[in-house]
């Protein structure tokens, strides 16, 4: 497919205090981002966008195809380049985040004393379809496989835009597009297991029985783009109220329900509460000492409370940061960003020369529901519990 460069590169004044997108980008909010030549590459909204970041810049370049397939509707025309409107959405540049983790430190030491490792920490404003699709695929899953299913979808299913050296590119499929008669048995022998069934009949009531643009009339209005469809005059939506509309959807829980209400909907509020944080929450806050394993909505509910009691209305922010910290794959990381909090780094910090035990626990796997049969958890990346065995002499 011949392609056209709309222009070189360009750049966005934002410090790394307010976005890294190394962190930002892999952790479970989106899957479809990859890293190619040390640049982040991703089909949105009809264009392909390469990312790359300094201390104080995004720089971005914007790749159109040379023509728009009947998929590829949304897109817009070149002459009508949003590519810097689009980014400052996508990436919810509006908020001050450095402000947000200076509000959230003063409120709790245990945000204060991680944060400083994990600066630049955004919610994405995602296209409230992909987030459904992708946090439906997340249900007893890893983000690596997620983004394996996620990949497949595209793939198999959305417009073709152009290719990053051999790569191919594509768009997300459209709910039109994953509705068809033969969708859930494809999908299945492409390794989705049940979740084919979920993503297929979600689509066709989307696509088929939904008004156009449903979804978007669920997001907040701080959160809407220009080009969104709005909530009809008079109804102006409510967290609450899109977290119910989501729950009708099949294979949507409130751990999937919450995820598209802050990834893709927008609303701050939302706290998704997974196996990674419920574990944070009982760790480092105290919560949930009796022993269970079941975890029922007023459990949910109660560790959902509790942060936006200390966090505020952004308190799904905020779990995220500590989502993040919690992830095998951010285990590695480079010496902290001390412009988090007016510059100091935390106060947790070791001195020089004290020697510090530290005692290794290995997490209890506990049974839950799954998102399969409308659960309250799910389990991401979580590590499974090794048997000691003794060796005989």
Request: aromatic share 8%; hydrophobic share 35%; charged share 25%.
């Amino acid at each position: 497919m011949a392609m056209k460069r709309a222009a070189d590169w360009q750049k966005l004044p934002v410090t790394l205090a307010e976005l890294c997108i190394d962190t930002t980008l892999r952790c479970g909010q989106s899957f479809r981002w990859r890293k190619i030549n040390d640049e982040w590459t991703c089909a949105l909204h009809g264009r392909i966008l390469s990312l790359k970041q300094d201390s104080q810049h995004l720089h971005y370049q914007t790749t159109w195809p040379s023509f728009r397939s009947e998929l590829a509707a949304r897109s817009v025309s070149i002459a009508e380049d949003d590519t810097e409107d689009l980014l400052r959405h996508y990436f919810s540049l509006r908020l001050n985040l450095a402000e947000l983790y200076q509000q959230w430190s003063r409120a709790d030491p245990n945000f204060a004393k991680k944060a400083p490792e994990f600066a630049g920490v955004r919610i994405l404003s995602q296209d409230a379809w992909e987030a459904l699709v992708g946090f439906i695929c997340s249900s007893n899953n890893n983000i690596a496989r997620i983004s394996q299913m996620v990949h497949k979808l595209c793939i198999h299913y959305g417009p073709l835009l152009g290719h990053v050296g051999d790569d191919p590119i594509h768009d997300f499929p459209t709910p039109e597009s994953l509705s068809g008669p033969n969708v859930e048995s494809h999908l299945r022998e492409l390794g989705f297991g049940y979740r084919a069934k979920y993503i297929a009949q979600t689509a066709r009531v989307i696509a088929k029985e939904k008004p156009a643009g449903w979804l978007e009339t669920l997001r907040n209005p701080e959160s809407v783009m220009k080009t969104s469809v709005k909530a009809a005059a008079g109804k102006s939506p409510t967290y609450k109220a899109a977290h119910e509309e989501l729950l009708a959807l099949t294979g949507v829980g409130p751990k999937v329900a919450d995820c598209v209400c802050l990834m893709g909907l927008g609303w701050g509020e939302s706290v998704p509460v997974d196996t990674h944080v419920w574990q944070i929450a009982q760790r480092d806050y105290k919560m949930g000492k009796t022993k269970t394993k079941t975890f029922n909505k007023a459990m949910y509910d109660a560790v959902g409370d509790h942060f936006r009691g200390i966090w505020g209305s952004y308190a799904g922010w905020a779990h995220s940061v500590l989502f993040t910290a919690d992830l095998k794959s951010f285990a590695d990381r480079p010496p902290k960003l001390e412009t988090v909090l007016n510059g100091q780094v935390s106060p947790e910090e070791e001195k020089p020369g004290k020697t510090t035990k530290k005692r290794v626990r290995t997490e209890k796997v506990v049974d839950v529901k799954s998102e399969q049969a409308d659960a309250y958890m799910l389990d991401m990346e979580l590590p499974a519990k090794r048997r000691r065995t003794r060796r005989r002499p």
